[in-house]
Structure formats: C-alpha cells, structure tokens
C-alpha cells in the first residue's frame, strides 16, 4: 500500500508525456517543421526578387541602389554578398555553399532526432527556412557558385542612433533568411535551456 502511494506521488511529479505532447513520431515529419520553413523560403525569396527589381530600375526614374525608407535610419540597398553575415569572408562563395549544404543536413538530422517540443521545431524550422533561402543565391543567383557568382542578396540597411556618439552604428546590411536564421537560434537556445532546467528539477 505504501508503495503504490509512493509511485502515485512520483507519477504526479513526473507525469508521462501526452501524445500531443509526444508528437507522434520524428520532426522531420511533422508540419510545423516543414510549413515554417517553406513559408521562409518564400518569404525571402520574394523580398530578395521584390527589392532587386525595385532598386535596378532606371536611374531616370529616380531608384538609386539606396532608397531612403525613413531617413536617417532605415534604407533600402542593393547589395551582392560574397561573404557571410557581417561581411566576413568576402569571395568565399564555394566553401560557404559547401557550409550551408553541410548545415542544412545537420538541421534535418536534428529534427528527426526530435520527438516532442513545438519550441524546438519552429526554431529549426527558422534556421532551415534562412539556410535554403541563402543557398538557392549561392546556387542559381547570377549563374550560381559555380559559375564565380552565386552572391547572397542583401537589401535591408538600418544605421542605429548610439548614445554619446554622432555618428550611428551601421548595422551590416541583411535579408529576411538572416534574420530567420538568427532568430531561430535565438528560440533553439531558449527551449533547450529551459528544456535542461527542467531536467535537473
């Protein structure tokens, strides 16, 4: 009798996940996963072809490779990036295609490895959603990596007021699949530190 009071009381501590909770099966397979990286994918696809065109037409028309969104602070520019975020490893196109292929893979192992956590998946499915949308400019933009081109599209600009300096802070320019992709990882490092506390209660 007492025994089965103790397990009642355990069981009550630690309850057995639900199915919802379970979600059924790997990851990889789930919705949520997928849906949030297509509609990255075409998210920033879209915005990358919306600004390149809007910002490469005649000069007559008065659409320099800047336009001025609120000035002073936010700007469209049309920039090719060779390099990766921050401008860092410039003409580095092959190795970093090889890189993002390398970590789309990783992100699909890990998401078949997972078997519940809703957190976890929108977060992956962030990082893979920027991932793809990066590696198709690697692959097909301007002929492609393989052709010397395959430049990274970048067009949002902002330049951040910093106090007690004049000039503000411009932050490098960036598109919507960086962002993703920073994010998501933002997200990830959340759920699995709350993931681990949990453990250790």
Avoid: C
Wanted: hydrophobic share 45%; glycine share 10%; charged share 20%.
């Amino acid at each position: 009798m007492e025994t089965e009071l103790e397990g009642s009381l355990e069981d009550k501590k630690h309850p057995e996940p639900s199915s919802a909770e379970a979600g059924g099966g790997p990851g990889l397979f789930r919705p949520l996963f997928w849906g949030t990286a297509m509609v990255l994918v075409v998210l920033d696809l879209g915005s990358k072809a919306w600004a390149f065109t809007f910002l490469s037409r005649s000069p007559d028309l008065r659409f320099p490779p800047s336009y001025e969104v609120i000035p002073g602070f936010f700007y469209l520019s049309k920039v090719e990036n060779k390099g990766t975020v921050w401008g860092l490893f410039q003409n580095g196109t092959l190795p970093l295609t090889l890189v993002r292929i390398v970590m789309v893979s990783a992100l699909l192992f890990f998401a078949y490895r997972i078997r519940r956590g809703g957190a976890k998946l929108f977060a992956l499915g962030l990082i893979l959603g920027g991932a793809l949308g990066n590696l198709y400019d690697n692959l097909f933009w301007e002929g492609g990596v393989f052709r010397g081109e395959g430049a990274v599209r970048d067009f949002l600009d902002f330049y951040l007021p910093i106090p007690f300096r004049e000039e503000p802070y411009h932050w490098p320019t960036f598109n919507i699949a960086d962002a993703s992709i920073l994010v998501g990882a933002l997200i990830l490092f959340i759920a699995l530190h709350r993931e681990e506390r949990r453990v250790k209660e």
